[in-house]
């Protein structure tokens, strides 16, 4: 609740900003408020869902973000193009109100549409309670009795992987931004000054991007069946460096899209940790 009001007001206030400084404190503050958003959601799925299931329902977390461009993208643009005609204010600021402000009553109601725990879940019969509340103590008792076989959080940082994980995944986030950001601005530029054309462009172009990777190289198209996969083949770890690497190194080679530089990873039933030769 207190993520989702935060991250509204912050959102909202951006439309206060008369100096492009102002405009970086504004969204300093709004990463500031949603910072503990998505490992919050990763928690609560972690109430709901033992580790057998976790990974293909934080798959169906993601697909949201994919889901909320396709909405926003042309809603942006409809605003944008609206709020033209309004007796006062910017149509970029209008941007950020209205698309705010609906945060901050998600938020609000959010207590009454969500339970912490199954136990509490009023829509979920005795037998699905006792059964999910079952499954999780079950997963919970395996963590503790793997417990003695884990290390300190810091020795992370001493994995030659674990800074492999940290560059593809900064690479991902820096063109997934680089998108979002710039895109209107070169549709504005190239092809149309409609805000409504420009959302809908936006959406085309981003669609087609992804369609063009995945037609270019079967591992993208595997990415996304792979959190499914990942739950029953129980390497999470050795599956999702392969996938991600083999999607930055993608090479033109019309006989295998295979990485040029290969990673490897140790797993066993007590330690996983992975290396790279």
């Known amino acids: 609740t207190r993520i989702m009001i935060s991250w509204g007001l912050c959102s ?7 100096s ?25 799925l972690t109430y709901w869902y033992p580790s057998a299931y976790r990974a293909r329902t ?11 461009g396709v909405i ?12 033209q005609d309004f007796s006062f204010g910017k149509p970029w600021q209008w941007l950020f109100v209205i698309e705010g402000l609906p945060t901050v009553l998600l938020g609000i109601f959010i207590p009454f549409l969500l339970t912490d725990r199954p136990e509490s879940a009023t829509w979920l ?50 063109g997934l931004y680089s998108i979002s950001f710039w ?12 805000k409504i054309l420009i959302g809908w462009n936006a959406l085309f172009l981003t669609a087609l991007c992804k369609a063009s990777a995945a037609l270019k190289n079967e591992e993208y198209i595997k990415a ?23 999607i ?7 006989e295998s899209c295979a990485p040029k530089i290969s990673i490897r990873c140790n797993v066993d039933d007590e330690n996983r940790e992975g290396v790279i030769p």
């Open 248 to 254: 930055l190194n993608n090479n033109d080679s019309s």
């Open 125 to 174: 019969t005795d037998s699905e309670k006792q059964e999910i509340a079952q499954a999780i103590q079950v997963d919970n008792q395996n963590k503790l009795s793997a417990s003695g076989n884990e290390k300190p959080t810091w020795h992370a940082l001493r994995v030659p992987l674990f800074w492999a994980c940290v560059l593809i995944y900064f690479s991902f986030i820096l």
């Open 20 to 44: 492009p400084l102002q405009f970086y404190f504004f969204r300093f503050l709004l990463g500031l408020a949603e910072a503990g958003f998505f490992p919050g959601i990763i928690l609560y």
């Open 183 to 194: 895109m209107p601005q070169i549709i504005e530029t190239r092809i149309t000054n409609d």
């Open 12 to 18: 909202a206030l951006c439309a206060l900003s008369s």
């Open 72 to 83: 926003g993208s042309p809603v942006s643009g409809w605003i944008l193009e609206s709020a």
């Open 224 to 246: 996304d069946l792979l959190e499914v996969y990942s739950d029953d083949d129980k390497r999470r770890l050795m599956n999702t460096v392969n996938v991600n690497w083999n």
């Open 58 to 68: 934080v798959a169906l977390f993601m697909m949201a973000i994919a889901f909320a």
